[in-house]
């Protein structure tokens, strides 16, 4: 899995990563099971703190797409199923661009809704 970050862009870099191994969970290129690299090894690669990988893959935790164990490290969970990361995807994409033109979270919430009774 490759990820990469710009730190040219205005996304956060931990946003950046989370959303690099959420796409890899999407597209089947990462597996439930499988290791994600170690924060350290992570952190040296792509220069940044190892703080900004954790903060990447604690998102990716509270999202219930990995595990993150002490001392062993990050796993993609087993049965995560590709369509949840992409789902997770979109709807961060929807919240950017909702905040993007200064829906609130009602707001947001409320179109969901609606799309949701018009889906069915």
Known sequence: MLIRVDPARST???DQIAACIRRGIADGSVRGG???PGAR???ASLQVSIHT???????LRDEGLIELRRGRGATVRDGVLPGRAAV?????????AARRIDL??????ELVRAATTSTG
Do not use: F, H, M, N
């Open 88 to 96: 997770v995807e979109l709807t961060k994409e929807l919240v950017l």
């Open 34 to 36: 499988e290791r994600l």
């Open 41 to 43: 090894d992570l952190a």
């Open 104 to 109: 609130d979270d009602e707001e947001i919430v």
């Open 12 to 14: 956060p870099l931990a």
């Open 53 to 59: 990988v954790l903060a990447g893959y604690q998102s």
